[in-house]
């Protein structure tokens, strides 16, 4: 498994490009600047074969629609941030002034799903609270495993909670839940420096709390 980070957009989000054994690529949370990404993508030599949301706000979808232009592939989201991707004022790009951005989803996928891709399988977990369908996605091929956490955990802290479907109570307990998987995955998150789990059990207080339950 190789991947690239390619942060795009004003907000700088992380969009990760997951290459499997096959030259080939899934995209996770193409949030803005879709030629960036294709010219990664040809740079590479690479065939996208998939799209991967973490949830439904702007900056992770704004990406979308210029990309499956060009190649026609599934764009997967939780069925509770469905609407949110054809919804401005609930996707919060209506509320930071800019143009209203809404993206296309033809798949569904929830708690406990797999993607299968080649020799990585995308495993889903449901973790609601920066938004009711944000899902973390736990990606391993038998060599490494890494999870990306969207804007549910961040190194040092977790997502704001003030948009349309958030909620601190349900993002401590995705924190907690994160906090109690079993390795010390390398955590990939949708903003900001890439961490270890072990790292944030010892220093982000909203996971280091798991050990006080």
Do not use: W
Request: aromatic share 8%.
């Amino acid at each position: 498994m190789k991947i690239f980070t390619i942060p795009v957009g004003l907000i700088r989000t992380n969009c990760y490009l997951v290459q499997n054994g096959k030259k080939e690529a899934a995209l996770i949370d193409p949030g803005a600047q879709p030629d960036k990404i294709l010219r990664y993508l040809k740079a590479e030599g690479l065939s996208l074969k998939m799209i991967l949301l973490t949830h439904g706000h702007f900056d992770h979808i704004g990406g979308v629609d210029g990309i499956i232009k060009e190649y026609d592939v599934p764009v997967y989201i939780h069925p509770q941030d469905e609407e949110m991707t054809k919804t401005p004022s609930q996707n919060a790009s209506a509320e930071f002034g800019g143009p209203g951005i809404t993206c296309c989803t033809s798949r569904i996928y929830g708690e406990g799903d797999e993607i299968l891709f080649d020799d990585i399988i995308f495993r889903v977990l449901h973790t609601p609270g920066h938004t009711q369908g944000s899902v973390c996605l736990l990606a391993e091929d038998g060599e490494e495993s890494v999870l990306f956490t969207g804007d549910t955990v961040f190194a040092g802290s977790v997502g704001r909670t003030d948009l349309y479907g958030g909620s601190f109570p349900q993002i401590a307990a995705s924190a907690r839940r994160i906090a109690a998987l079993p390795k010390n995955y390398r955590l990939l998150p949708g903003h900001g420096e890439a961490t270890t789990l072990d790292y944030e059990r010892e220093q982000n207080p909203y996971l280091a709390s798991e050990r006080d339950i």
